[in-house]
């Protein structure tokens, strides 16, 4: 069958895969692409697929389809597979994937990937943690060309597969050598620092191309004078307890250098703010030092480190106010423990140089203001417009606890926010805006034994 397809050079395809090893390995779950994973781009769905989502159900396997693909599209080619789906997925953001492995009800540690390109499919997968299997991109016979992030892909994992002292990581299995140098014909690392690299570059590429040619207007102009009105204020003590003590005191510089590059800003109606537009690059030139950055739901140092809290701060105050968020990112809402009175979404908002960015619009008739500063280890922050407005804000979490899933622990809540008319107090609006399930990053003897439900 695959002699009439386009050849890619790597991975053969998804029938060559061994999911009788993967069952053992302990993988229960199974999330695939379509379009030129399963089937050439456009095509109907084969019973030889067919087949195969069958026998992988038999043996055990939840399955799911993760596609950029309309609803019209997949369930067409689903018509006689038993699988749920997510259309328009918008890889690789990895919202999708967080939802598709909540829907199958398994662990991430339980579920991989599959798919065919390296700058969706597998950074999709590698964002949200967990494994990936690249296959070889299917195409029809009568394609004689491929497009230039093909041809990156071919490119890269030539020279991936040439080396000897590579790595290859499905899960919590690692296979080193001369032995891997057969394996890796079948499976690759999700781990691969080469391809994290290069999607991140072209991540970054794609990003100011997109920028350049969207008709967004982007805020610039700062102003050493404020606005009268305060519409939310919030501040935090920047050191955590418990953790690097040197790596903390370098996020406070890096969050006191980045807030000054904010301070002031005004967004007239219509603009955009754009976190990274308004910051720019970190580099250890501009002063940046290395803090704490999460990667691979690991806390590890990294340039720049802490700039996170930098942009929870900013969503605070937008989420207490009429503006239009317009992107965020989240990542885990436990990285250290809770002390004194809980505050939801102190923490989880996520952000990397450029794509990964924090992005609202000023909706309103008038001026806004943000305002960021630090004072003695604290981040001070204000939004401020030119008139009060109508409405107040305000954040409620419901059903907060703590669950075990396998060897680690979850966070779980759902977090809203409520539109309040002040004249009468009446609440227009209850809007759900984070529906999380965060790993828990630090000791679990710190969790309150009361919020550990079953």
């Known amino acids: 069958m695959l002699k009439k397809y386009y050849p890619y050079e790597y991975v053969e395809s998804v029938f060559t895969i061994d999911y009788e090893k993967l069952y053992k390995l302990g993988y229960r779950g199974i999330i695939f692409d379509v379009d030129n994973t399963l089937v050439p781009h456009g095509a109907d769905s084969t019973p030889e697929v067919d087949n195969l989502f069958k026998k992988i159900q038999d043996m055990g396997f939840k399955t ?191 969050v006191e250098i980045a807030s000054g590059k904010i301070n002031g800003l005004i967004i007239h109606p219509g603009e955009v703010f754009s976190y990274w537009k308004t910051i720019g690059t970190v580099t250890k030139r501009k002063g940046y030092k290395e803090g704490r950055v999460l990667r691979n739901n690991k806390v590890q140092p990294g340039m720049g480190g802490g700039l996170c809290n930098l942009a929870n701060t900013i969503n605070l105050l937008i989420l207490n106010s009429p503006l239009e968020i317009t992107e965020f990112h989240t990542h885990s809402d436990a990285l250290a423990p809770d002390y004194g009175e809980r505050i939801p979404l102190k923490d989880g908002t996520c952000v990397g140089y450029n794509y990964i960015d924090y992005r609202f619009k000023n909706n309103t008739d008038q001026d806004i203001q943000l305002n960021l500063w630090v004072q003695d280890k604290t981040l001070y922050g204000e939004l401020r417009s030119e008139s009060e407005f109508p409405w107040r804000y305000e954040i409620t979490e419901e059903n907060h606890h703590f669950q075990k899933e396998g060897d680690d622990y979850y966070r779980v809540s759902k977090i809203y926010q409520n539109k309040i008319e002040k004249a009468s107090g009446k609440t227009l609006e209850k809007k759900l805006i984070w529906d999380n399930h965060s790993k828990v990053m630090y000791d679990h003897d710190l969790i309150p034994k009361e919020l550990i439900k079953n």
């Open 64 to 254: 799911y389809i993760l596609s950029d693909n309309g609803k019209k599209r997949l369930n067409k080619f689903l018509e006689n597979i038993d699988c749920q789906y997510i259309d328009n997925a918008n890889k690789p953001k990895p919202d999708n994937y967080y939802k598709a492995i909540e829907n199958m009800g398994l662990e991430k540690s339980k579920v991989v990937y599959i798919g065919d390109q390296v700058f969706t499919d597998i950074l999709g997968a590698n964002r949200c943690g967990i494994a990936s299997i690249l296959v070889k991109f299917i195409g029809y016979y009568t394609e004689t060309k491929i497009g230039i992030k093909r041809n990156i892909e071919k490119i890269i994992l030539k020279r991936y597969m040439k080396s000897k002292k590579y790595k290859h990581r499905l899960g919590n299995i690692e296979i080193e050598g001369e032995k891997m140098e057969k394996k890796s014909k079948k499976l690759l690392s999700q781990r691969s620092q080469l391809l994290f690299k290069i999607a991140v570059r072209k991540g970054i590429i794609q990003r100011d191309v997109k920028d350049v040619l969207s008709k967004e207007k982007f805020a610039k102009k700062k102003s050493t004078e404020k606005l009268p009105t305060v519409v939310s204020s919030y501040n935090s003590y920047l050191i955590k307890k418990g953790t690097e003590l040197d790596l903390q005191e370098n996020k406070v510089v890096n």
